[in-house]
């Protein structure tokens, strides 16, 4: 055997599956082969095979879909990796199942400086709004704060509150709220980070929230062993991210030490999934201090590991009324919320991130929001002038007619979360729907009049507020019905939300020429299902599961 011969041989094959290779040219293949961590050859299978060598390994799809690696365009890495060993409080209802749930988790919690719980329903007690009282009335003598699942909104006992300084109450910045009772005291509801910021530095997570609360570096630095811990807790979140067939992470919310910590897992084993950190602006902070995005961004520029990105917070959510309305709430009809910067700030802020050349990623979740950020886009368009931005608006819960077409014309990528609709899956219709009122409903989430009218639309978890699985999402997707017969239809066909969870993702990181797409000489990241995803019902989608994740042509998860 020549050398040459030998040369030529993969690395890996992936043969028998229904290959959908998201590649217009070539949409579907049997096979797939990897060398030196890229795609080599995507065809037949009588073809790859003839690319196998002795020390190829071969791995058998046995008729299952072979997609690009799941690109997830807006989750929360740090964060997610922590809350895997939290109470996890979803789909849980009734005060005595929250109870049994709670003091369950506690007594195998002995020494745990703060329990804390994730996931709960706005509803976990029917219409009754929880208070410190029934927390009290579970846990007395131990500190407890528990999550919704938006994040945006915890409840604390009477201790942890107690412990945490904020009893009596504390002066916050707008759009933050610690809920007063009657009594003059803190109810226990505390609205927006600043409001629950202390409650849950309690729990010694501190700096695992700091990319979200302050964008902000740990101080004091940490110990050895606390980075360590910390990198345990980036490991468990990237591995939770291989296992669900994820090969490039975009996270929404970070600053340098989370780029440390990734950038010692790879140069210690490797990172099993890529991952783009961005700097986070907060409201307190000046425009010079966007210096530290364009470091983070030189700093770290490789294919498993970059920045490049401005994260902003716009607004809060819907289910507190922190998320910022053109007209008021439909329940709340003298408010429309409070937005986290002022249109003027924001413009100029998109001005100056945009002259440095980064990418803008706001949450916005009113259409106030929505029409705000829109705005300081064109703003920075005009002014800077028009390039390849690709800017973007995460969530976009309600928009209005006049934004839809900006989204196109200013070239801005809609960034959309198909677990999130309420009843597409884990959140309740209520409150929500009445919070934005039938007026609003039929561009509510509205994937389908923002793809329609020309809009890159991008698909996440948000992880950890809703569950990663992309195979959920895409069911959710594919399964969504709108809350009023007269609403239109926002629902994905399952391509198009295949092809919003890989070759969107990608064009999300001006990477569509190099991943998001099974195809010869793109990065080898890609997921081979238990089953063919094409042939399986839209309601039994949730039962297809990753077998193998690739990621750089190397196995980061297999069953
Ligand atoms: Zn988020």
């Not at 700096?207 to 570096?217: K, N, Q, S």
């Not at 900006?406 to 899956?425: D, K, W």
Request: charged fraction near 25%; include cysteine; glycine fraction near 10%.
């Amino acid at each position: 055997m020549s050398v040459a011969g030998a040369d030529r041989n993969a690395d890996l094959i992936v043969i028998h599956g229904r290959v959908l290779t998201m590649d217009g040219g070539n949409p579907v293949a049997e096979a797939v082969a990897v060398k030196d961590g890229a795609i080599i050859a995507v065809g037949s299978r009588a073809a790859i095979e003839e690319l196998k060598g002795t020390a190829t390994q071969v791995i058998d799809a046995k008729g299952g879909s072979v997609l690009p690696g799941f690109i997830e365009a807006h989750m929360h890495l740090f964060s997610g990796g922590a809350e895997l060993a939290h109470l996890q409080l979803g789909g849980v209802h009734g005060f005595e199942a929250l109870k049994k749930a709670i003091r369950e988790y506690a007594s195998t919690k002995p020494d745990a400086k703060m329990l804390v719980g994730q996931g709960v329903d706005y509803t976990v007690l029917g219409d009754e709004r929880v208070t410190r009282h029934h927390l009290d009335a579970i846990l007395p003598d131990r500190p407890f704060c528990m999550a919704a699942p938006d994040h945006h909104t915890m409840w604390a006992n009477t201790k942890a509150l107690e412990m945490a300084g904020i009893l009596h109450g504390r002066a916050l910045g707008p759009g933050n709220e610690i809920v007063m009772g009657d009594d003059g005291l803190a109810a226990g509801e505390l609205r927006e980070g600043e409001a629950f910021g202390p409650v849950l530095d309690l729990a010694g997570e501190g700096r695992v929230r700091l990319g979200l609360a302050t964008g902000g570096e740990p101080d004091p630095m940490p110990s050895a062993a606390e980075r360590a811990a910390d990198r345990d807790i980036m490991r468990r979140g990237l591995a939770w991210c291989a296992r669900h067939g994820i090969t490039s992470i975009q996270n929404m919310d970070g600053n340098l030490y989370q780029l440390e910590l990734l950038a010692e897992i790879d140069a210690e084993e490797g990172l099993p999934c890529r991952v783009q950190i961005p700097f986070h602006y907060k409201n307190f902070m000046t425009l010079d201090m966007l210096d530290k995005a364009t470091v983070m961004t030189e700093r770290y520029n490789s294919e498993w590991l970059s920045s490049g990105m401005v994260k902003v917070f716009y607004d809060g959510v819907l289910d507190s009324w922190t998320a910022v309305m053109i007209e008021p709430y439909a329940d709340r009809p003298d408010w429309v919320g409070e937005p986290l910067f002022t249109p003027q700030q924001f413009i100029d802020l998109a001005v100056a991130v945009d002259r440095r050349g980064l990418q803008i990623a706001v949450h916005s979740i009113g259409d106030g929001a929505v029409r705000a950020v829109l705005d300081g886009y064109e703003a920075a368009q005009k002014a800077n002038g028009k390039r390849d931005s690709r800017h973007r608006i995460e969530h976009i819960e309600v928009t209005t007619t006049s934004d839809v077409p900006r989204f196109a014309e200013l070239g801005v990528i809609a960034s959309m979360q198909p677990p999130h609709p309420p009843g597409a899956m884990d959140f309740p219709l209520e409150p929500t729907v009445s919070r934005i009122g039938p007026a609003r409903w039929p561009l509510s989430y509205a994937w389908r009049t923002l793809k329609n009218a020309g809009a890159h639309v991008v698909f996440a978890s948000d992880w950890p507020v809703s569950p990663i699985d992309p195979i959920l999402g895409i069911q959710a997707a594919v399964m969504r019905k709108p809350w009023a017969d007269s609403d239109p239809d926002q629902s994905f066909s399952l391509w198009e939300s295949l092809a919003a969870y890989t070759v969107e993702g990608a064009y999300a990181e001006f990477a569509e020429h190099r991943k998001g797409t099974l195809k010869s000489g793109y990065m080898a990241d890609l997921v081979v299902l238990s089953a063919d995803i094409e042939k399986t019902a839209p309601a039994d989608l949730h039962k297809v599961r990753p077998v193998t994740t690739i990621c750089g042509g190397k196995i980061t998860y297999q069953a």
